[in-house]
């Protein structure tokens, strides 16, 4: 029965995702039980695309990803992929109504990073769009259970929490990006001379993504309200944490915030849902 490859597809985009992400991964569990299966399934596929594109560097990057555009548009129409994680995804984009535009930009977005290491403002508003705001998009596909109205007037606020969040990501890894890649994201910056104002313009964008992105997440139905919050609260701390940093340090350090920090913010992300203080 398909029932119970379907149940090892499921067990295979979570088990994916609590590898790469304990933020994620502590996130999704403070989700209503209904929605686990398909944000995990959602976090799998974009966890997999980006490990060609990062990782597999031994191998034709340029091939893998286009069978795996062409592998998962086939699983979606067809309802079935023999590669658990693309039968975990196609589920979730057939039930609740996740549109191809999104699936195609983000594949844009990672078919970028084969061939560009440098990025100007239009370049690199297309590359958030993409690698970000369309992942927030279909997320919030499944916290609003399909609902229109509601997609379109959370849609600007989950654009921002998911620029938001791959902002500091890249202010996070600069080392690994810049060093390790050769790749720079952010427009306009040498950081090979990275300094203090450049550092607090970035920081300021990424404040201002985090204020307008707050406005939505209070809106969130309450199955999904909590894990978002909690998950906004983990890379606020960890965006706090980096603008105390100088410039050089985060060149050559990669910041985190620990598993005990995260869960002591759980909790209070739980307290202030419950006493109505968000």
Not at 143 to 171: C, D, T, W
Not at 190 to 214: G, P, S, V, W, Y
Not at 259 to 278: E, V, Y
Request: charged share 25%.
């Amino acid at each position: 029965m398909k029932a119970l490859y379907d149940t090892l597809s499921h067990k295979v985009s979570k088990s994916a995702t609590r590898l790469y992400s304990t933020s994620f991964s502590l996130g999704i569990q403070l989700l209503d039980n209904k929605i686990h299966t398909p944000i995990y399934a959602i976090y799998g596929f974009v966890r997999l695309a980006d490990e060609i594109v990062d990782s597999f560097h031994d191998f034709n990057k340029e091939k893998m990803l286009t069978e795996f555009r062409q592998q998962t548009y086939q699983s979606i129409e067809e309802k079935i992929s023999l590669n658990p994680i693309l039968n975990s995804f196609q589920e979730a984009v057939n039930q609740y109504g996740i549109n191809l535009e999104l699936i195609d930009t983000f594949l844009d977005s990672m078919e970028m990073d084969l061939y560009q290491n440098f990025h100007d403002a239009s370049s690199y508003q297309q590359y958030i769009l993409g690698s970000a705001e369309v992942v927030g998009l279909m997320c919030l596909k499944v916290f609003i259970n399909g609902n229109e109205e509601q997609y379109l007037h959370l849609k600007p606020s989950a654009m921002r929490l998911g620029a938001a969040f791959q902002k500091v990501n890249f202010l996070r890894d600069i080392q690994a990006d810049f060093d390790g890649m050769g790749r720079t994201y952010f427009p306009g910056v040498d950081f090979e001379k990275f300094n203090q104002n450049q550092k607090r313009q970035i920081e300021k964008d990424i404040q201002d993504d985090f204020e307008a992105a707050l406005i939505g997440i209070k809106q969130l139905p309450k199955s999904s309200r909590l894990g978002v919050y909690a998950a906004y609260r983990y890379y606020v701390a960890l965006f706090h944490k980096i603008t105390l940093l100088s410039p050089q340090r985060i060149m050559h350090e990669r910041i985190r915030i620990s598993n005990p920090r995260k869960l002591w913010l759980t909790c209070r992300c739980f307290l202030k849902l419950q006493l109505n203080l968000l």
